[in-house]
């Protein structure tokens, strides 16, 4: 087994240590707007994506890219994205952002830094209901819970059997600073591969470990840990993890992944982080 190509020297095609981190942070930006910034690391690439938008409208006034590091060549620094000017950063943009991109790059990992920022909108959007034209807590809570329907084991349950959301982040201060997150995840191959990924957030904390078969990367065993969720039933998607088993991870996409972990009775969290561990598995294995 070699060791990993990180330096871009040498002619290695596995890594016996490979990491992957995404953070994402979202700022109350000069009103009216906020600024969602993303920024990505893996053991061969560093990139950083940002976006403003219309705080009542979720609008793009302003996207850029930027590359710092890349493997093997040079990192193309900063671009400005004009392409995003105008789309609406919420559920279902995905199709319109990678459209848009694309007379930019085929590059497969912007434009999936730019969807970590529009889940991060989604996410703190709760924080600024009031300027997104929500007459009351209570109001945002019920047009959520319809619009993500199924979702997820806590939106598929009703509400009134449910943790309110206002109450479970009650004690926050969200000022400024609306939404943080950091996904991580670690590959070591050896004798027997394990893929350990964790997610924290300003409302969750969770963490997913899987063991795999060396060389075919069938997962073996898998276990998730779920820390620190919005109610007790988010707990219950854990027991979901168990339908990777027997998987070749870096052969399922992240709709094969979901229905794995349970659909509607799983967690989004956990299928974020399985698909980053088959994300890893293929930087490894491309040595990028």
């Known amino acids: 087994m070699t060791g990993c190509a990180a330096g871009g020297t040498g002619e290695k095609t596995w890594c016996e240590l490979c990491h992957r981190h995404l953070m994402v942070g979202l700022w109350q930006a000069a009103a009216p707007e906020l600024q969602v910034r993303v920024h990505y690391l893996d053991t ?8 403003t938008v219309g705080t009542a409208d979720f609008r793009v006034r302003y996207a850029e890219a930027v590359s710092h590091r890349e493997s093997g060549r040079q990192a193309s620094g900063r671009k400005e994205l004009p392409e995003l ?27 999936e830094l730019f969807l970590e920022g529009i ?11 009031g300027e997104r034209g929500f007459a009351s807590e209570k109001e945002y809570e019920q ?47 050896g004798e027997r591969w394990f893929v350990t990924g964790t997610m924290m957030d300003s409302f969750h ?55 794995l972990l349970g659909g509607k009775t799983g967690c989004t969290h956990l299928v974020d982080l399985a698909a980053d561990g088959a994300a890893l598995l293929g930087l490894a294995g491309s040595g990028r």
């Open 205 to 259: 904390e969770l963490t997913l470990e899987m063991a795999l078969d060396a060389g075919a990367g069938t997962v073996a065993a898998a276990e998730a840990h779920i820390i620190r969720v919005p109610d007790r039933v988010c707990h219950q998607a854990a027991n979901a993890v168990q339908g990777l088993v027997g998987r070749r991870l870096a052969q399922e996409d992240r709709r094969e992944l979901a229905v």
């Open 85 to 111: 000017q105008g789309l609406t950063a919420y559920l279902g943009a995905g199709k319109q952002f990678r459209q848009a991109l694309r007379s930019w790059t085929e590059d497969a990992l912007w434009p």
């Open 143 to 189: 047009f959520f819970a319809e619009k993500f329907a199924g979702s997820c084991i806590y939106y598929s349950h009703p509400l009134e059997f449910l943790q309110p959301w206002g109450v479970y982040v009650g004690n926050q201060v969200r000022d400024g600073c609306l939404f943080m997150r950091l996904r991580t995840s670690r590959l070591h191959l």
């Open 44 to 51: 061969f690439t560093e990139r950083a994506v940002m976006m």
């Open 119 to 129: 889940k991060a909108l989604i996410q703190a959007e709760y924080c600024v209901a």
